[in-house]
């Protein structure tokens, strides 16, 4: 038996929402999609992961969502992420802090385990483990039980990301980068069986810089002054890629997925029509 996993990529605020919301429940059905695996680490106003947003994406069709650099952004998600053990931060925070970086379960009779960890390089404001050596050390353990590993590896650069890719390759499943909210033309199958992507895109608005207006950022670029960036909603797009995976750990198939979706004030014109 096989598993067919859809990585999302990040979800941006409202839009990335909603851009869920139309598009991921059919998409679930015709795909035959066994885990649907998201980043949501930008999910409200695109900075940070409230507990609302997180249990409305769950009940959207989404199983477990992962996080970054600004899981913590949110101070109930503070709270919450320790309960609630299908919304993971990366594994490489200091063990002690709320939640966890590793979820353990099965999926059509086969055991997986998803990793998430953060990359190293260029989060200032992060000071976390190194996450090569722990992905190693995570990994091997789960192999020893017979888990297929997918791995969410949030990081800023693509040297990182393609690195921890090849060192992973044959032992994980699954290596996605998520972070920078582009997809990426790299969807492949590595030499020994696991599939990789730099980048997995995002959800909301893909005319847009990052899912934020681009009028307001291209101000902030000139004038240096820093003021609140505005949610985008012009051409909503669901975003990720779908991953195959046999009972042997496997990967066989890495596609990307791009679903169209009306916005709302789409929607509201064709209705008026
Ligand atoms: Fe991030």
Not at 1 to 9: H, N, P
Not at 53 to 68: A, P, V, Y
Not at 152 to 174: I, P, R
Not at 231 to 240: N, P, S
Request: net charge neutral; hydrophobic share 35%; aromatic share 6%.
């Amino acid at each position: 038996m096989s598993i067919r996993v859809l990585f999302l990529g990040e979800i941006v605020g409202k839009p990335g929402i909603a851009t869920v919301k139309s598009a991921l429940r059919k998409l679930r059905e015709d795909k035959k999609i066994d885990l649907v695996i998201a980043n949501g680490e930008g999910a409200t106003g695109g900075f940070g992961l409230g507990r609302a947003h997180s249990m409305q994406l769950f009940k959207l069709g989404i199983d477990i969502l992962t996080g970054g650099e600004k899981i913590y952004y949110k101070k109930d998600m503070v709270e919450f992420i320790a309960k609630n053990p299908n919304i993971l931060r990366p594994a490489n925070y200091p063990q002690q802090n709320p939640g966890r970086g590793v979820k353990y379960l099965t999926v059509n009779e086969q055991k997986v385990c998803v990793i998430n960890l953060l990359g190293n390089a260029d989060f200032p404001r992060t000071h976390l483990g190194n996450s090569f050596a722990l992905a190693q050390m995570l990994v091997d353990k789960a192999r020893e039980d017979n888990q297929i590993v997918l791995i969410q590896y949030h990081a800023s650069t693509t040297a990182e990301k393609s690195t921890m890719g090849y060192m992973l390759d044959g032992k994980a499943s699954a290596v996605i980068g998520t972070h920078t909210k582009i997809l990426s033309g790299d969807a492949r199958i590595l030499k020994h069986h696991t599939a990789f992507i730099t980048d997995n895109g995002r959800c909301g608005s893909q005319t847009s810089v990052g899912g934020f207006s681009s009028s307001t950022e291209i101000n902030k670029f000139i004038t240096q002054i820093p003021v609140r960036s505005n949610e985008c909603w012009d051409d909503l797009e669901l975003v990720g890629v779908l991953v195959d995976v046999e009972n042997d750990g496997k990967a066989t198939a890495i596609e990307t997925v791009r679903v169209q979706v009306e916005s709302p004030a789409q929607q509201e014109e064709n209705e008026h029509v």
